[in-house]
């Protein structure tokens, strides 16, 4: 086992839903591909945007100390995610217009055509359905959010990686969880860290997917180290023996109780 990780009391449950996402990797040039599911950097905004946090570009206009880079970063917030739907992408081409100011007036140039990777579902009419956890060790911040999702409330919308693809939130539950290791093989029901567990293959249908990914920013936006993470696209959960502690918790869905093992991204 690797040394021990953080313990938590309590996290917020809630899923985050829309019709399509696109979540640009950031090693792309020409053609905008898509990571499958939201990095953390992601989710930090989208939490971050329901609260009304401040970002980068206000910290200078408002005399802002602290910015949710800061304040969501993982050494204060715990952010986990679960894949809840199966996903299946697409190549659209999209016109981007180049602008700029002059004279206090928007001048557009010539239009530019950039190839761009879409989320879909593979049930014609369903949603994208992320699941997030989230617990953060300032008690303000967690009760700020826990009132904002379980109200239905935000100050900036929620969207799936781009303006354009808004997105819905509906709260789950709260609950507690504890701290387990073990040196057996279980089930995982959130996106981890590859180098968190051992990957077993020895399930029907199983396919792993592994995407690097940024792990945070620095205030002047300077992005921290990367990581692996690892899903599984067929059924969404990942069986291996984890070579750290992980996180068991019990929570009720629509009266249904679901019992989840979980890693934080």
């Known amino acids: 086992m690797s040394e021990e990780i953080k313990e938590i009391s309590k996290i917020l449950i809630f899923d985050i839903k829309g019709p399509m996402a696109h979540f640009r ?7 905008s591909l898509s990571y499958l599911f939201p990095p953390r950097t992601v989710v930090a905004g989208i939490i971050a945007g329901i609260l009304g946090l ?4 206000f910290e200078k206009k408002k005399n802002v100390d602290k910015i949710y880079y800061e304040l969501l970063n993982p050494n204060k917030c715990s952010i986990g995610l679960s894949v809840k739907s199966k996903i299946r992408k697409i190549m659209q081409t999209v016109n981007y217009s180049y602008t700029k100011t002059q004279n206090n007036q928007i001048l557009f140039g010539k239009p530019t055509q950039i190839p761009l990777e879409i989320l879909l579902t593979k049930n014609f009419g369903d949603e994208i359905q992320y699941r997030i956890y989230f617990s953060h060790n300032d008690n303000n911040i967690y009760n700020d959010f826990k009132s904002m999702i379980s109200n239905n409330k935000f100050i900036y919308s929620p ?10 939130f509906e709260y789950i539950d709260e609950t507690e969880v504890k701290l387990y290791e073990t040196n057996d093989i279980i089930k995982i029901s959130s996106v981890c860290k590859l180098k968190d567990i051992e990957l077993n293959f020895n399930k029907d249908g199983i396919q792993y997917l592994v995407e690097k990914m940024p792990t945070g920013f620095l205030n002047d936006r300077t992005p921290l180290e990367t990581e692996d993470y690892v899903v599984e696209v067929n059924r969404g959960v990942i069986w291996g023996q984890p070579k750290t502690q992980y996180y068991s918790l019990t929570y009720s869905e629509n009266g249904k109780q679901i019992n989840e093992n979980i890693l934080f991204i």
């Open 159 to 168: 969207y799936l990686g781009i303006s354009e693809f808004l997105a819905s």
């Open 54 to 57: 401040p970002s980068e570009r």
């Open 25 to 31: 990797k950031f090693y792309t040039n020409s053609s």
